[in-house]
């Protein structure tokens, strides 16, 4: 079965340190794979998004993630987290057979100053 | 373009009550869908619809019916409001191959006594 997830719930960073959030998916064909972002009582927004050619994707507010094949991982990263960076994170995969979408169950990220 | 929007933000229903929660998107989106997200437990998908007059049922669909008669609307209606559908629902749409990410609507709390 189709299936993503985040093995870490919650994370605390201190500011200016680096990030890494941990994706995992499991699909039979490459799908293609998000990360969003959702602060306090907001909707989702989507930070990148990877679904061909270069397996290093930038996204909007300093964020990249690689894209793994052998490890069936999409890790987010960041070099340098502010404060505002504290939200939760949920990554996501669809398309090939299906376009439905699916969500891990998110990582908190809380950031000390 | 104003997006993905959603009403009402905020909603209590008693036991078995019946409601309407209203999405509408104007970018002419194919593809729209509708999530329940609850700690813990990230975003699910409850139905989709891949064009006006298409819809399918997602991961958690009982209890709730759609429609789709127009490509910008797409409401999710509950049947008979019970406890267990208290939670955050969020409304998003996308191409029909979801290569640009799906677009979220603010959300709709919903409590259910």
């Known amino acids: 079965a189709q299936s993503v997830t985040q093995p870490d719930i919650h994370i605390t960073v201190s500011e200016g340190a680096s990030l890494e959030l941990r994706c995992n998916y499991s699909?039979?064909?490459?799908?293609?794979l998000f990360w969003y972002v959702q602060s306090p009582g907001q909707g989702l927004q989507l930070l990148l998004k990877y679904f061909s050619g270069d397996t290093l994707v930038q996204g909007i507010k300093g964020f990249e993630a690689e894209f793994k094949r052998s490890q069936s991982s999409f890790n987010l990263r960041k070099p340098s987290v502010h404060w505002s960076d504290a939200a939760e994170y949920f990554c996501?995969?669809?398309?090939?057979?299906?376009?439905?979408?699916?969500f891990g169950t998110g990582t908190l990220l809380a950031v000390q100053p | 373009n104003a997006g993905v929007t959603q009403t009402p933000k905020f909603q209590v229903l008693k036991t078995g009550q019946s409601m309407t929660l209203q999405c509408a998107q104007d970018?002419?989106?194919?593809?729209m869908s509708w999530y329940r997200q609850d700690p813990g437990m990230g975003l699910r998908l409850i139905h989709y619809?891949?064009?006006?007059?298409?819809?399918d049922q997602g991961e958690v669909p009982n209890g709730y019916n759609v429609s789709r008669s127009t490509t910008e609307d797409f409401p999710l209606r509950l049947l008979s409001a019970a406890p267990s559908q208290t939670s955050v629902y969020f409304c998003?749409?996308?191409?029909?191959?979801?290569?640009?990410?799906?677009?979220f609507g603010p959300g709709t709390r919903l409590t259910v006594l």
């Open positions: 998003a749409s996308s191409r029909v191959s979801l290569e640009g990410g799906q677009f």
């Open positions: 970018m002419n989106h194919e593809y």
């Open positions: 699909y039979g064909a490459t799908p293609y």
């Open positions: 619809s891949v064009g006006a007059g298409i819809t």
């Open positions: 996501a995969g669809g398309g090939g057979a299906t376009n439905k979408l699916i």
